[in-house]
């Protein structure tokens, strides 16, 4: 930064995002970067609906815009697999990810699931939690279902990291992780 620089946390009693945000007040320029997250994608939020960011994604955006902060379910009646989204309206953010983001625009009947480690941002209705097929073996261990995936409804657009659209007409397609 050029100039003086003071961080300090949000204030507020009950601030879902807390850990994820500070706020950065500067009297010059500064830059913001993340090693570990080198890829930045400019969300705009539309004046009418707020975008919908995951806070730990969040690089910087407007105080001004932002609206308000949430946790979203992957499982229902679960606290341990919530995803804290900051929501911003009528601004703009930026969000630092490990690899390109893809931004999707799904139609009227168009449904989209995305990994929760992928998830980066939507505009829309939030998602609902997703599992392909629960075995017993899922409900006895302390880990979670592996094939657990937030599930789009449209219309909304979606943006998500890490992802290579599949060659067509092959067929099934391995998926290999």
């Given at each position: 930064?050029?100039?003086?620089?003071?961080?300090?946390?949000?204030?507020?009693?009950?601030?879902?995002?807390?850990?994820?945000?500070?706020?950065?007040?500067?009297?010059?320029?500064?830059?913001?970067?993340?090693?570990?997250?080198?890829?930045?994608?400019?969300?705009?939020?539309?004046?009418?609906?707020?975008?919908?960011?995951?806070?730990?994604?969040?690089?910087?955006?407007?105080?001004?815009?932002?609206?308000?902060?949430?946790?979203?379910?992957?499982?229902?009646?679960?606290?341990?697999?919530?995803?804290?989204?900051?929501?911003?309206?009528?601004?703009?953010?930026?969000?630092?990810?490990?690899?390109?983001?893809?931004?999707?625009?799904?139609?009227?009947?168009?449904?989209?699931?995305?990994?929760?480690?992928?998830?980066?941002?939507?505009?829309?209705?939030?998602?609902?939690?997703?599992?392909?097929?629960?075995?017993?073996?899922?409900?006895?261990?302390?880990?979670?279902?592996?094939?657990?995936?937030?599930?789009?409804?449209?219309?909304?657009?979606?943006?998500?990291?890490g992802s290579s659209?599949?060659?067509?007409?092959?067929?099934?397609?391995?998926?290999?992780?």
């Amino acid at each position: 930064s050029l100039g003086s620089v003071r961080l300090r946390g949000q204030k507020g009693f009950v601030v879902p995002d807390r850990a994820a945000l500070r706020v950065v007040e500067s009297e010059g320029e500064i830059w913001l970067s993340s090693s570990d997250r080198p890829f930045l994608t400019r969300l705009d939020a539309p004046p009418d609906k707020p975008v919908s960011v995951v806070s730990g994604k969040v690089l910087i955006a407007p105080r001004s815009v932002r609206t308000g902060a949430r946790g979203v379910r992957l499982v229902p009646m679960s606290f341990r697999r919530t995803t804290v989204v900051t929501d911003f309206r009528s601004g703009w953010a930026v969000a630092a990810t490990r690899s390109r983001v893809t931004r999707l625009a799904l139609d009227e009947d168009a449904t989209l699931s995305v990994r929760p480690d992928a998830l980066v941002a939507w505009i829309g209705r939030d998602p609902t939690g997703f599992c392909r097929r629960m075995g017993v073996m899922d409900l006895l261990l302390p880990r979670g279902p592996r094939d657990l995936a937030f599930r789009f409804h449209g219309p909304a657009v979606v943006w998500f990291e890490g992802s290579s659209p599949a060659p067509c007409g092959f067929g099934k397609v391995v998926a290999v992780r």
